[in-house]
């Protein structure tokens, strides 16, 4: 298999957009499903949405800011 062959790269980023997105998708699901303080769930929706990596940054950062019940 020849890891620098044009196809290869495609299929890589390809799956690594993919991924990228999953991430924002599965983090605005469950910031919406969720209970925050004040505006902290509208302003997570918008750093997952418009910062890149907003997914990932929101499930490392934001989950602990939820409100416990």
Request: hydrophobic share 60%.
């Amino acid at each position: 298999m020849n890891y620098l062959s044009p196809s290869f790269g495609l299929v890589f980023w390809q799956i690594m957009v993919f991924s990228f997105w999953l991430f924002m998708i599965f983090a605005i699901i469950d910031i919406v499903r969720s209970k925050f303080e004040g505006n902290h769930k509208l302003i997570w929706v918008l750093v997952t949405i418009f910062v890149p990596f907003g997914g990932l940054i929101y499930f490392i950062f934001g989950r602990k800011n939820k409100v416990k019940e």
